[in-house]
């Protein structure tokens, strides 16, 4: 501003140079000569004017900015200093952020490993169960688990092969010679996940037919199989290794149910079979009870024998105790006789000696009173006291 204001002063001094050179060069009268120089001297006054107030805006301005610096830096500080504590509390929170996004990528990177083993063990599961040879080997592997898990060793047998050829997956031995149960673990899957796989009426009719023809199939081939007169039970057991498809069986084909109730094939799930083992077992342990009887009664023979030494010589030790006590008893009188007797003693009354009587001719004295003694020493006298 100040260099604005001083460059139109000199603007104006420069014109006024150059009107008055004008005028002169155009000879002029002395009056417009006086005239020119006085406008010259006013501008001169008011150019010295200009520049003091030039200089107190100057100073002024100067004074201002030094001002407005101190000001404008005291704000940069302030604003430096919260900038640089918002920073920092940005970069803490980022931190924290950064931290807990860690944690949160370490905990979906473990689930997420857990999902791809999960997937992988899906995916074996799968495949297992595509394929018939590992899909029966499934099923079979579950019906020998339960097996094994409730029967004592020895009383089934795998793959046993009977008489006709044929090789049941389990055999069973009953108590009380009794011929053995044969269990199935072959089933249908491929016509039973047709028949959950088909969503269209046609399609799903389709496949129910089919899965109820490979059960009768199975069922019929379990009946002609296993089931030999004399050498196995008359009923068998067909494992199916899913609650949710023996559910779904019982719902939605009663008529295979009838037929393999009528062949004596009895349908059972896992918690079925573990049931039906949990009963052969108490069955086992009953007839094994039954074989020890005779050991068991000797045993209680045993210990009758052992108690009846044990009343006799309670009884004798009894005898010995009553004798004890009549002894006891005995002692005690004695003792209270003792005691009578010396109460009778400490109530004995001793009279003073008296001076012996000098001898005349006289009579003899008459005798004593009863219960008095005299000596020559002096008389003693008793006092008889009453026993209690």
């Known amino acids: 501003m100040v260099l604005m204001a001083a460059s139109c002063v000199f603007g104006m001094l420069l014109m006024l140079f150059l009107m008055l050179f004008l005028m002169r060069l155009s000879g002029g009268s002395g009056r417009q000569a006086e005239d020119a120089e006085a406008r010259m001297g006013e501008l001169m006054r008011m150019q010295g004017e200009m520049q003091g107030r030039l200089s107190a805006m100057g100073e002024t301005l100067a004074a201002r900015q030094v001002e407005l610096s101190q000001v404008v830096g005291q704000r940069l500080d302030g604003m430096t200093h919260r900038i640089g504590a918002t920073i920092t509390e940005q970069t803490r929170s980022t931190h924290d952020n950064l931290r807990q996004l860690q944690e949160r990528l370490a905990v979906i990177d473990a689930a997420q490993n857990n999902i791809q083993s999960l997937s992988k063990d899906v995916v074996g599961l799968q495949a297992i169960l595509s394929n018939k040879q590992t899909r029966g080997a499934f099923g079979q592997g579950r019906m020998e688990a339960i097996v094994s898990d409730g029967l004592p060793m020895g009383a089934f047998e795998f793959q046993k092969t009977l008489s006709n050829g044929s090789r049941p997956d389990c055999v069973i031995r009953m108590p009380n010679s009794l011929p053995p149960l044969v269990i199935d673990a072959k089933f249908p899957l491929e016509a039973w996940n047709a028949f959950r796989e088909a969503a269209a009426p046609e399609a799903r009719r389709a496949a129910s037919q089919q899965f109820r023809r490979d059960m009768e199939v199975h069922i019929r081939d379990v009946s002609e199989k296993y089931l030999i007169a004399g050498e196995t039970q008359d009923t068998a057991f067909l494992f199916v290794p899913s609650e949710s498809i023996f559910a779904e069986i019982h719902e939605h084909f009663e008529g295979v149910i009838q037929k393999a109730q009528r062949a004596r094939i009895v349908i059972v799930s896992p918690s079925l079979l573990m049931l039906s083992i949990q009963v052969i077992q108490a069955v086992l342990k009953d007839q094994r009870m039954r074989e020890q009887a005779h050991l068991i009664q000797g045993e209680v023979a045993l210990l009758m024998e052992d108690l009846g030494r044990l009343d006799e010589r309670t009884r004798k030790l009894q005898s010995h105790f009553f004798a004890a006590q009549k002894d006891v008893e005995q002692i005690v009188t004695s003792t209270e006789k003792l005691g009578r007797r010396g109460a009778r ?22 005798a004593p009173a009863s219960g008095a003694v005299e000596s020559r020493t002096g008389s003693l006298r008793l006092r008889v006291v009453d026993e209690d």
Not at 345 to 366: D, N, R
């Open 345 to 366: 003693i400490e109530a004995l009354e001793l009279e003073a000696p008296v001076a012996a009587p000098i001898p005349h001719a006289g009579p003899t004295p008459a």
